[in-house]
């Protein structure tokens, strides 16, 4: 058994097509072939069951050969974070996923210093939602998800890191600055920019319930997916919009924009950093997870 062929099965099965493993890999598809042969000659089993010339199966000598190449990958990497922290330097693949409005306000000045301290570190951003970053990190293809605390599942390791709350966005001189204390039969009487319907986005059907809870009738006159779309149209009259704004921080403050709390509707939450439940995580790892939460900021999600 060779390093290669367990990197070339680790990616067949990852990329899911013998042409995105070769890819991966640096391999021609040929090669590719012959190192899984090699691999079930070695063992005297099929560890793929070939459906078609595109389309595979694994067998349960598949799976479990899976398994030890994903544990001896991973344990690969350790190691040299390990010796690269013996030699005194921070080097490692960081990737993490995380909300378009999360990066938008939070990232490029925390990326920004912390690819000055560890210049050997390699960074990978992705712009995903909330599901699809979890999702991602159940799988292993990122290190790190961000999303809100009660948005994640059991299982893994979660470390609090900005308090949030939830406020309705309403244009300067909007009428319901005038009310003391905003309902949501008052609410109810302005065309409303919620989040769409989708079983990953928890704050539209959170906010639909406590309509429902009070037996109150809405309009939705548009379907947002991220505070940047919603706050504009709600400064050009458009509509009203619920958000989550950091504890302390108002994103909005320079625009022709008001916040009205709205805390006796919905409870606080947490903006978490989430990662793989792990005995210990890589050095250059830890050091980024402590140097977000060294920190206070502005998060929308």
Known sequence: ????????????????????????????????????????????????NRISRKK?????????FFQFASSLISEYGKLSDDIAAIKGL??????????????????PEQFKAYLKDNPHVEITILDRTQGQAIELLKSGDIDIAVALESFVPKGFDVRRWKEIHSVLIVPDGHPLLNIKQVTLQDIAKYPLILPPMSMDNKSRSRIDHRF????????????????????????????????????????????????????RYFEGDHISIVCREEKRLPSHLENFISQLLGTKDLLNL
């Open 212 to 263: 429902k809870e009070e037996g109150i009738e809405y309009r939705v006159i548009m379907e947002s997916s991220n505070v940047e779309l919603s706050s504009r149209y709600v400064e050009a009259g458009i509509g009203i919009s619920f958000a989550t704004i950091a504890e302390g921080v108002n994103p909005l403050t320079e625009r022709q924009l008001k916040c009205i709390p709205m805390s």
């Open 1 to 48: 058994m060779e390093w290669q062929q367990i990197i070339g099965f680790y990616q067949l099965v990852k990329q899911k097509s013998f042409t995105g493993a070769a890819n991966a890999s640096f391999r021609t598809q040929s090669a590719l072939s012959q190192q899984i042969s090699k691999l079930e000659d070695e063992f005297q089993c099929q560890l793929i």
């Open 90 to 107: 921070s080097i490692g693949k960081l990737k993490i996923a995380a909300p378009f409005t999360t990066l938008y306000h939070l990232f």
């Open 56 to 64: 595979f199966t694994l067998s349960p000598a598949g799976e479990r």
